[in-house]
């Protein structure tokens, strides 16, 4: 049997950083476990950049304004302890990533260049062009790849063993042989990724961001925090919803309607193009829905307006995000606007960790970082820029802290693991036996097309309890459907299956907790209740996993020193 002290499971940013600290601790055995090779992570198709108050190009920026931005950016849900801790941290790790080898792009005097971003007061965000997760993402697996750490490519995590409130492995499945493991750890990182997959029709994420650790989690009984807060960033290309950086309008792109108006000046006179996420994405969609775009249906857009900045900044800064509009649109940014509607993009609750310091989750040993995890520093509305840095900040405690709590494990000698590794080989054998009447792509599309026209950029209440019901639905449904393909070989169908059996899950909690947030609050925009709430709602929300679906309660927000405000741009 595979046996680790720390198993981690997921290689992007945030597991890759847990894995390098964790294997700091010689005392310790560190595995990494993810379903992807590790440099194909979503984290490598980060754009934009990565916040850090280096006061670089404006000296008046500091931890403590990246602070207050972060919780203004938050709409006030966002914990402010944790908030303070990330943004003081923000600045070491952007050099200890600079040592390790990140290629930032440089200031004419050779210090690391900074960017304007959404929602934050100065020039804050660190870049490598438009390509920044990549070059983190390869940087920190060479480093792993360096220190020795181990890797378990291509392995789907399936379940989470746990005993008396404690973590005691994985089962998991090795993809290229089909053969079902369960697997030892005393240890258990979750460092997954998010859900946005849920919206599958409208996405920028990676077709495997689909929310596995959480549901994991969620099934295994540690609650899900948040989960009815999810970023729909502005600017996806019209026809796929590939992402188009913020960082297009941090170098001054203009959001243009069909009168030919830079209309953000009717929603963030201030701000404009660089108001946070949720304002202008909901800008955006206003101007379609008021009939101030172009095309109908899911192909209406606006228009992203780049000309003005000159060819050489948009090959110099921009190239990907050129590239992806000529391959994707047709459309060379230098010579037409790009075509843009809002896409789903980043999932801001996740698996409940209860202690910022060191990401342990109410199971004695589940950490969890990263997207999965909600710490919670993003709150109602992430900060682009600021997803990068949380899972460099609290990877890197969790990893130690982790390490340190294996160490001090005793050895399991109690726990039935073949018992448990032949069930989960019963289960899986009878799936790939299993004769379906349903077909895949009918209830991933329905449940995608019900979340993003029920629970997506506006809410109400009668379409989400409409939602509620279909998603119910298809649950009943997914118990008819089959894997299709009772192969052992990469059995892609089977990942396929188990992945929509977790997104169908997040969708019933996402649709159950947003229909109970009676407020607007960041991403969480209600029609019928168009204020926020902060008598009633200043509070995060826990999901419980229950047969009949989600079970729900409320915990506090901390506050340290930032009182809530309106939330003007
Ligand atoms: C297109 C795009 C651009 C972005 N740009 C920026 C930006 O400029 N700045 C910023 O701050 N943020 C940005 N973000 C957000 C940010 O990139 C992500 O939130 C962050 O990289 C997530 O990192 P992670 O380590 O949590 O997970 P991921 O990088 O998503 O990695 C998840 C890992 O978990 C593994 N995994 C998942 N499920 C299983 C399973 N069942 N079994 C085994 N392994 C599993 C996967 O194989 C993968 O290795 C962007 C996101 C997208 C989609």
Redesign the pocket.
Request: net charge negative; proline share 1%; with cysteine.
């Given at each position: 049997m595979l046996s680790y002290d720390v198993l981690i499971?997921?290689?992007?940013?945030?597991?890759?950083m847990a894995a390098l600290e964790a294997n700091k601790n010689k005392n310790v055995k560190v595995g990494v476990?993810?379903?992807?090779y590790?440099t194909?992570?979503?984290?490598?198709?980060?754009?934009?950049?990565?916040?850090a108050a280096l006061a670089n190009v404006d000296p008046s920026d500091s931890p403590e304004v990246h602070a207050f931005d972060t919780v203004k950016g938050s709409d006030y849900l966002g914990d402010q302890d944790a908030i303070e801790f990330m943004c003081e941290e923000a600045p070491k790790r952007i050099y200890e990533l600079e040592h390790m080898g990140v290629p930032f792009s440089r200031l004419p005097d050779g210090r690391i260049a900074q960017r304007p971003f959404g929602g934050a007061g100065f020039p804050r965000?660190c870049?490598a062009a438009d390509k920044?997760?990549h070059v983190m993402?390869h940087t920190m697996y060479e480093q792993c790849l360096k220190e020795g750490v181990e890797f378990l490519n291509e392995?789907?995590?399936?379940e989470l063993l746990i005993d008396n409130n404690e973590a005691k492995g994985v089962i998991?499945i090795d993809i290229r042989t089909g053969e079902v493991h369960a697997i030892k750890a005393k240890a258990v990182v979750f460092?997954?990724?998010?859900y946005?997959r849920v919206y599958w029709v409208r996405n920028?994420?990676?077709i495997?961001?689909?929310g596995?650790?959480i549901a994991?989690c969620y099934r295994a009984g540690i609650p899900v925090k948040d989960i009815e807060f999810v970023q729909f960033h502005p600017t996806g290309l019209r026809s796929t919803g590939?992402?188009v950086?913020?960082?297009a309008r941090g170098e001054g792109g203009y959001l243009i309607n069909n009168k030919g108006e830079r209309f953000m000046a009717n929603y963030a006179p201030n701000k404009m193009e660089l108001a946070p996420r949720d304002m202008v994405a909901r800008a955006i969609e206003t101007e379609i829905l008021e009939g101030r775009g172009w095309g109908e249906g899911m192909n209406a857009y606006v228009h992203l307006d780049l000309r003005h900045l000159g060819a050489q900044k948009i090959k110099e800064r921009l190239p990907q995000i050129r590239m992806l509009a000529i391959d994707f649109e047709g459309v060379d940014p230098i010579e037409e606007p790009i075509p843009v509607r809002p896409t789903a993009?980043?999932s801001m609750g996740g698996i409940h960790v209860e202690d910022y310091k060191t990401s342990m989750t109410p199971v004695k040993g589940v950490f969890a970082?990263?997207?999965?995890?909600c710490v919670s520093v993003h709150g109602a509305n992430r900060l682009?820029?600021?997803?990068?840095?949380?899972?460099v900040v609290f990877?890197k405690p969790a990893g130690a802290a982790a390490a340190e709590y294996a160490e001090n494990m005793p050895e399991d000698t109690t726990y039935n693991y073949k018992a448990e590794e032949e069930r989960a080989k019963a289960e899986i054998e009878a799936l790939l036996k299993k004769e379906g009447t349903e077909n895949i792509n009918e209830i991933r599309t329905e449940m995608a097309q019900t979340m993003w026209d029920k629970v997506g950029i506006f809410r109400e209440e009668g379409p989400m309890k409409e939602a509620i019901e279909k998603i119910k639905e298809l649950k009943e449904r997914y118990k008819n459907l089959a894997p299709g393909d009772s192969s052992k070989l990469f059995n892609t169908a089977l990942i396929n299956y188990l992945e929509l059996g977790n997104l169908l899950d997040l969708a019933e909690a996402i649709a159950v907790t947003a229909e109970m947030r009676k407020e607007s609050r960041g991403a969480h925009a209600r029609r019928d209740y168009p204020k926020r709430d902060d008598e009633n709602f200043l509070k995060h929300s826990l999901a419980y996993y229950t047969e009949d679906g989600p079970k729900v309660e409320y915990i506090d927000v901390k506050i340290t020193k930032y009182q809530p405000q309106e939330r003007k741009y």
């Open positions: 499971v997921g290689a992007g940013g945030g597991g890759l476990i993810t379903k992807v590790p194909r992570s979503h984290t490598g198709a980060a754009q934009g950049g990565i916040n965000t870049y920044t997760g993402l392995w789907y995590v399936h998991a460092a997954t990724g998010g946005a920028s994420n990676a495997g961001s689909t596995d650790g994991i590939i992402l950086t913020e960082g993009h980043y970082v990263g997207e999965c995890a682009g820029g600021n997803s990068l840095l949380d899972i990877g």
